[in-house]
């Protein structure tokens, strides 16, 4: 637990004072040069509190000529009376900003430098000791004592010092030129108020929109500035209900601080989820990271919260956009990767990345089928289901397995998604789904078992318990291949069953193809006999039984009133 605990602590130490360090080092650079400004300029300014020697000497000089001027004359003078020097009021004015500027950028330095042996301190006593236990109690004792005296606050306003001094310091340069030349200081009185309005704009614009990137030292108070305000001016009308929930609000937001409101402005705000995928994705710049984003996009789609929005997010992406190539094309870039088969790829990989496609479509097919949120559509290129189709037959039996529950999962999608098109009489939509519907299905595939089957059905009406039908043929034949399929493998296999077989109803469909789907139940069923009477079995032909058998009572959880329709074919095996 000790050594938990140190090591969570020093990561989050380490990062505190490391942005600490940045921001005190910064402002050490600046204050020293600053500073050798104000003080330039200083050295100029303080002339004008003391009189001018020069002065004083014409002064003296005057007078002694007019004294032996008068003598000269026989003329009696009364010794001159001499007025006291009197600064003017401008260099006065312009002395006092110039020294409150330079003291207060000196005192920002100084607190910088006091900031970073605050940390060196803390570093040494917080590792000063051997045993975890202590570390972690005086680490503890010490952040305590930081959070008590409000240190981050702190640090975080020095540089406000700063500011306040650039602000005197041009408030003192203004006053110095309008007592030198008046066009001079107008032109610099404007460039200057130009950047005091920028500066105020900047401060005041993360409080109107919470989620603009620029901020002052003085943001914070002008937060807090105009919620007190707010709540003055509202105190008043307490009788409304309304205005006293408005009070609550703004005395909540006030308490939490201005950082942790924009904390809560985020936290429930589910549009930003699309915005923050696309932008995952649009950093993507190779395959293996859009490989690496698809595997997280099944997680993604299971959020418990908000099913509905997560698909879209990632419905979203699949649009195919100006200048940003859609998540379903760069797909089908890496399907045409595990196809093309150039040599660049070792075994694994194209396993890895082929069963990671296939289990996307898997998931957001399945995800929009179990939902019932309008305007959630499947927009995946054409290119999609004629490569499903290729890995279906593929050598690599999981990369079959993978594409064949993906083909079935999709089809029952699409079949669904056509329905709705229909009913909207949206053709072109309508047109976009067959065409996808007949790539994935194979049925302008003259080698695919759908297409030599004859199985083409131009209304859909017959398309779910096809999909089912054609789903337990394929899996029939993949076992009969050297296939040693995981426990993942069989639940991944139930799982595509309960998805296709959801909602069956036999009276939906015609004899022919109900016969059809009772002629593959029997091969089932047969397979099933023939794996259960041998007496020895290998382990591939364990894998292969525990198939059939999760086939057989998956198919039994068919709808009551469907399996019922089956008794007319005397259907009795299962």
């Known amino acids: 637990m000790w050594i938990l605990s140190i090591s969570h602590a020093d990561k989050h130490d380490a990062e505190m004072f490391e942005r600490w360090k940045d921001d005190m080092d910064g402002i050490l ?296 190539m859609s998540l379903g094309h760069r797909m089908a870039h890496l399907y045409s990767s595990c196809i093309i088969g150039d040599g660049k790829m070792d075994e694994v990989a194209r396993r890895h990345r082929a069963v990671t496609c296939s289990h996307v479509i898997f998931e957001l097919s399945k995800a929009i089928s179990s939902v019932t949120v309008e305007g959630l559509t499947l927009n995946l290129p054409k290119s999609i289901g004629h490569k499903l189709q290729h890995l279906s037959r593929d050598h690599d039996s999981n990369i079959a397995f993978a594409a064949l529950r993906t083909i079935a999962v999709l089809e029952s999608a699409l079949l669904r998604q056509l329905s709705v098109a229909k009913n909207r009489m949206d053709p072109g939509r309508s047109e976009e789904l067959a065409d996808l519907l007949e790539a994935a299905v194979g049925e302008d595939d003259p080698i695919s078992p759908r297409y030599q089957a004859g199985l083409r059905n131009d209304d859909r ?26 426990h993942q493998d069989i639940e991944d296999l139930k799982s595509t069953y309960q998805e296709l077989c959801r909602g069956l109803n036999g009276s939906d469909f015609s004899h022919a193809t109900q016969q059809r789907f009772v002629n593959v139940l029997s091969e089932l069923c047969e397979a099933h006999l023939s794996s259960v009477s041998t007496d020895h079995h290998s382990s591939s032909e364990t894998h292969h039984s525990a198939i059939i058998v999760s086939l057989k009572s998956l198919v039994l959880t068919l709808d009551a009133k469907f399996m019922e329709s089956l008794k007319k074919f005397e259907f009795t095996a299962l």
Not at 465 to 475: G, H, N, R
Request: net charge neutral.
């Open 29 to 324: 650079i600046y204050t020293g040069v600053f500073s050798a400004t104000v003080a330039a300029f200083l050295i100029e300014s303080y002339k004008y509190l003391k009189p001018d020697p020069s002065d004083v000497s014409s002064t003296l000089l005057r007078q002694v000529t007019q004294e032996l001027v008068g003598i000269s004359n026989g003329e009696h003078l009364n010794p001159p009376s001499t007025d006291a020097f009197k600064p003017p009021r401008y260099a006065i004015r312009v002395n006092i900003l110039w020294f409150i500027s330079l003291i207060m950028s000196l005192s920002c330095g100084l607190g910088a430098t006091l900031v970073q042996q605050w940390v060196r301190r803390y570093l040494k006593l917080t590792r000063h000791s051997e045993m975890p236990m202590h570390r972690v109690r005086i680490r503890t004792y010490l952040f305590r004592g930081m959070k008590e005296f409000q240190v981050r606050l702190v640090v975080e306003n020095i540089s406000l010092l700063l500011h306040a001094a650039i602000f005197l310091f041009f408030a003192g340069l203004v006053e110095f030129l309008f007592a030198i030349n008046h066009e001079v200081a107008q032109v610099v009185l404007a460039v200057i108020c130009f950047f005091a309005a920028f500066y105020v704009v900047l401060t005041s614009l993360p409080v109107i929109f919470q989620q603009c990137p620029f901020q002052t030292p003085l943001t914070s108070v002008f937060w807090y500035m105009t919620h007190i305000i707010a709540v003055v001016c509202l105190s008043p009308f307490t009788c409304s209900s309304h205005i006293r929930t408005r009070l609550d609000e703004l005395w909540k937001h006030t308490k939490r601080g201005f950082d942790n409101h924009i904390m809560d402005a985020v936290k429930d705000n589910k549009n930003i989820d699309k915005d923050a995928v696309r932008l995952t994705l649009s950093m993507c710049r190779v395959d293996s990271d859009v490989e690496t984003f698809l595997e997280a996009v099944p997680g993604y789609l299971q959020t418990d919260y908000n099913v509905g929005t997560h698909i879209d997010d990632i419905g979203s992406l699949l649009k195919t956009e100006e200048n940003n």
């Open 461 to 486: 009406r017959e398309g779910r318990l096809i999909a089912v039908t054609e789903f337990t043929s394929s899996i029939l034949v993949l076992i009969k291949r050297p296939w040693e399929p995981s």
